[in-house]
């Protein structure tokens, strides 16, 4: 009889590890053909990526994956996000409509995809303001920035208020991990805060946990980090040797056309409030390959104030320190060299320094 229960054991400990310990993927797509299907996901912390062979448009994957995630499918030509949980998952549909494909046996998936419903309000306001926003300058202009940042501000409530409600739910868990990708410190706290200890306790919770900590170094109220660049010139350039003034660092590249564009805003700004103690400090992460670009766009677009660059690209040390994933990105600084805010940019920006300086 022991023998027989221990025997039983082992086959429900078995059984219990393949369905709650492994995922399995059968893809069905018509207009693949015979190609490959690249699938990027984690076991764990571990980020790993495999080709799998497709035939007839048919493809099947297995991973020891033991919880929900979401992954990055990259068909030729085209990728898409889904999420899986251990299981059987089926997606089916073509590859020329890779939005419209069915997928059953996540239900992670599912609630994504209700979830994405539930935003589109939000896109639907967006998309015609967006459409007329290099058109439009001065008053029009600020008050488009003002409509488009309460849309933000909206949709960000909306995500908290989500993810308060479902703390347990694994999709909840991936909004927190996007909101830390590009947002600051204290929001992002304040959406792990909302998690259950279950999913705080999961690898990607932890992940969270460590982008935190990156995060907290870019809150308001810490100092800047001691750092020196070169300008365009070549002469090394100390941050320290702006302490005394308000300090707006803009991260930024001569390849990034959001940059660009808001480079004559940022002139404005800077030719508004320079009298008030207030100067503008550029950081280029362009690499060694664009440096002849970065001087071309200094030429063009005068830009006023001091330029610096080590042209390391993303390995730029501040921009690993800070763990900035996109230009631009902006710290203010006051006379003693503390971040005050992070990402202003426009009317924001403008409205921070009227309420410093007037």
């Known amino acids: ?30 207009a693949l053909g015979n190609s490959s299907v690249l ?10 990526s495999v080709n799998l062979k497709v035939t007839d448009g048919k493809f099947s994957w297995e991973a020891p ?19 899986i949980e251990p299981g059987n998952i089926n997606i089916t549909g073509s590859r020329d409509s890779l939005e419209q494909l069915k997928i059953t046996g996540s239900k992670i998936n599912d609630e994504a995809l209700a979830y994405a419903k539930t935003m589109k309000v939000f896109e639907e306001e967006q ?9 439009l300058a001065g008053e029009e202009k600020t008050a488009l920035e003002e409509k488009l940042a309460d849309i933000v501000s909206r949709k960000n409530t909306a995500a908290n208020d989500y993810i308060a409600a479902h703390g347990q739910s694994a999709f909840s868990l991936n909004l927190v991990t996007e ?30 946990a460590e982008r935190l900590v990156i995060l907290k170094r870019s809150a308001a109220g810490e100092k800047i980090m001691d750092f020196t660049k070169k300008d365009d010139k070549g002469n090394p350039v100390s941050i320290a040797a702006f302490k005394g003034k308000y300090v707006y660092i803009d991260f930024w590249a ?17 030719n508004t409030f320079k009298d008030h103690n207030f100067t503008v400090v550029s950081v280029s992460l362009d690499d060694p390959t664009d440096k002849d ?6 030429t063009s677009l005068k830009m006023p ?29 006051d006379p003693n060299g503390t971040i005050i805010a992070k990402d202003l940019r426009g009317v924001a920006l403008d409205k921070k320094l009227k309420e410093l300086f007037l």
Do not use: H
């Open 65 to 83: 994956v033991t919880e929900a995630q979401k992954i990055t499918m990259i068909f030729p030509g085209r990728a898409i996000y889904l999420f």
């Open 179 to 208: 909101y830390s990708r590009l947002g600051n410190y204290e929001d992002v706290l304040r959406m792990y805060g909302l998690l259950s200890k279950k999913m705080k306790s999961t690898a990607e919770g932890q992940r969270i």
């Open 254 to 270: 001569s390849w990034c056309a959001p940059c660009r564009r808001e480079i004559p805003n940022l002139i404005k700004t800077y």
């Open 1 to 30: 009889m022991r023998y027989f229960l221990i025997i039983t054991l082992m086959a429900l400990t078995s059984l219990t590890e393949s369905l709650f310990g492994q995922v399995k993927i059968n893809g069905n797509l018509k």
């Open 127 to 135: 998309k015609p303001l967006l459409l007329q926003y290099g058109k």
């Open 39 to 48: 699938i990027q996901y984690y076991e764990g912390n571990i980020s790993k």
């Open 293 to 298: 670009r970065w001087l071309a766009a200094l």
């Open 305 to 333: 104030w001091t330029q610096l660059a080590d042209l390391k690209g993303w390995d730029d040390e501040i921009r690993l320190y800070y763990g900035f994933n996109a230009v631009p990105s902006t710290l203010l600084l």
